[in-house]
């Protein structure tokens, strides 16, 4: 998970957190540089790559221009999720206040959707209702779509966690209740300190995504969709979907009677 700034202090920012789901412990790494262009965004990545940080499947950013293009770049085969809650902020700012509640729920019903088709017949609807009424929030709607519905090839049952960086909002706002009364740092590695130390307490509280068997294997045909796995554990992986689903169905044939 990958998001823009944050104000920490004036002239005191933390630019840089990452924390990707699906490991046993939250990686966590912060940097506070000068810059939020792209290639700042490559050097910490690169960093993180550095460090031991394998492949992403999939990587939840905000809109940022510059982090998203060091994520396309870097991580070309991964999937990138963009963050709906900021996207539905977006969208619906751009509509009369009286019917935001309206537009709201139809574009989340596109972006919450079961699977990739329904959700494209729910988005053309959508599209036909509002565009003439309200066309900057349509163009809105409609931009980075690929992005919105990224974690529809995900288990269903991690859809809510992986297709917003909240879990970093909140960490952010316990970040700023901690350094706000502090009314400037003597230096930047005083500043870095607390921001990364309240961070990691933070980080402390995150219940982890559920992982049985089925869905890890569902992840591993993911990854050799996305060219990410070798093919012979890929092969051995889709065998292994089939004998837990042929066994699934069955369980529910036998509740069945």
Known sequence: MLEAPCEVQPHNRLDRNIKLKGVRQPRLATRLPWAMGGGAWKDFIRDMVKRGLNTPVLITTDGAPGLIRAVDETWSKSLRQRCL??????????????????????????YRAPNREIAEMITTDVLERYQELYPSAMKSFSEDLEACWAHLRYPSIHHKRIRTTNLLERAFGEQKRRTKVIPRFMTEQSCLKLVFATLWQVSQRWHGVRMSEFEQQ???????????????ASDASLQQVARLTLLFLQQIQDLTH
Do not use: F, Y
């Open 218 to 232: 569902q992840l591993k045909r993911l990854r050799h969709e996305l060219g990410l796995a070798s093919q012979d």
């Open 85 to 110: 809650t900021h996207k539905v902020q977006n969208v619906v700012d751009k509509v009369p206040e009286n019917v935001r509640a309206e537009v709201k729920a139809a574009i989340n019903s596109s």
